[in-house]
């Protein structure tokens, strides 16, 4: 970790710069590369919901909302997954996009010194927000197939484990956890009052089948969603929280204090985002994904990813660093596995690019590989 300057807090000292903006930095100093680096849709935000984001903002929907969020769409996220759950009653926490609904949840129910359980690989924010407050995080290896398993998980545990964090479809593996795994998982949980904070933003881009979620199973489960990923709407800002009515009403009164609530006009969007089938995409993605899989497991050893729009190689010659160097120098650039793990041997792919993009870097990662 780098040494904070005496100007900034010490808790600075625990994170660093992102290796994707790293990356980010260097695509911009070079000519047309390959840039399978970025982990966001590429398509654009549906037409229905541009024209309603447009419509609010000409009626004057601009100012504030409540905090927990306009009144229309925490009922239409409630209808949502009264949809796919059978029931539900709320509440709803409309929130900053799910990266703001994460830091509020860790705010709200993290002490300093508590433990916090995350598989690894994972995504890259768990870490430095646990640490950022204070608590620990204890890394579940997952490797080499990316399962999740419920006895690693058991083994952790600690008198000090206050959390679980869970990630599926996963970024930066493409993992989709299966109900067995799940429900392993959450009896661990059970046994040990822990609470469950599952980040399910990828939970529409699943290819073999819809994507388990954990919500169900357990009554401590913290579930955060968003529309970055599905709707593209990444610089909208636009995400939802729900589970225990004491963490939803604590996470509400931090909101009031931090980012006092979620975009206006893009909420009102957000109520279209849910009556607009995305089905289109999730094929382009399936078909992206068995194009860059087929392309590369001859020459590299992969995982087929089940989800979300990532892959996770393991780097020839061992390190992931080295390997990035080595693509980023040929045009191609990918994220050093390091960046989402306490291992540096692979590295990760994001497939959210153009049909072209994939099959040019197919073509000089295999090339890479092979000396």
């Not at 010490?10 to 710069?17: E, L, N, T, V, Y």
């Not at 601009?62 to 539900?88: C, H, S």
């Not at 994972?122 to 646990?130: A, D, I, P, S, T």
């Not at 956890?177 to 609470?195: G, K, N, Q, S």
Request: hydrophobic letters at 40%.
């Amino acid at each position: 970790m780098s040494e904070p300057s005496p100007l900034l807090a010490q808790r600075m000292g625990c994170i660093d710069a992102s290796g994707i903006r790293k990356v980010f930095d260097l695509a911009a100093k070079l000519k047309d590369p390959i840039n399978l680096s970025i982990g966001q849709p590429d398509f654009d935000v549906p037409d229905p919901c541009k024209e309603r984001a447009i419509e609010a903002i000409r009626a004057g929907m601009n100012r504030y909302t409540v905090t927990q969020g306009d009144a229309a769409l925490r009922e239409a996220i409630a209808e949502d997954l009264r949809k796919e759950f059978g029931r539900f009653s709320g509440p709803v926490l409309v929130t900053s996009g799910t990266s703001g609904g994460l830091l509020l949840g860790l705010l709200a129910t993290l002490n300093a010194g508590d433990e916090v359980i995350i598989p690894d690989p994972y995504f890259v924010m768990y870490k430095h927000l646990v640490n950022l407050l204070g608590a620990k995080p204890v890394f579940v290896d997952t490797y080499p197939d990316f399962r999740l398993r419920a006895d690693r998980v058991e083994a952790a545990v600690t008198e000090r484990t206050r959390m679980l964090i869970l990630n599926s479809p996963t970024n930066p593996t493409g993992t989709v956890h299966t109900p067995e795994e799940l429900r392993a998982v959450i009896e661990v949980a059970r046994r040990h009052r822990l609470l469950v904070v599952s980040d399910e933003v990828y939970n529409a881009f699943t290819y073999d089948g819809p994507a388990a979620s954990v919500w169900p199973l357990y009554d401590q489960v913290l579930l955060l969603r968003g529309f970055s990923k599905t709707y593209a709407m990444t610089g909208w800002r636009i995400g939802y929280a729900v589970g225990p009515a004491e963490i939803l009403q604590a996470m509400t009164t931090l909101q009031q204090y931090t980012f006092v609530c979620a975009p206006a006009p893009f909420q009102a969007a957000a109520v279209t985002a849910l009556e607009t089938d995305v089905s289109s995409h999730v094929a382009d993605y399936r078909a992206r994904r068995d194009l860059i899989y087929e392309g590369l497991r001859q020459r590299f050893h992969v995982e087929k990813p089940g989800g979300a729009f990532y892959m996770f190689p393991e780097a020839p010659g061992g390190s992931g660093t080295q390997f990035v160097s080595r693509a980023i120098e040929a045009g191609v650039l990918v994220i050093p596995g390091g960046v989402f793990s306490e291992r540096d041997t692979h590295f990760r792919i994001a497939y959210a690019a153009s049909r072209r993009t994939i099959e040019r870097g197919i073509e000089t990662l295999n090339r890479l590989a092979g000396g």
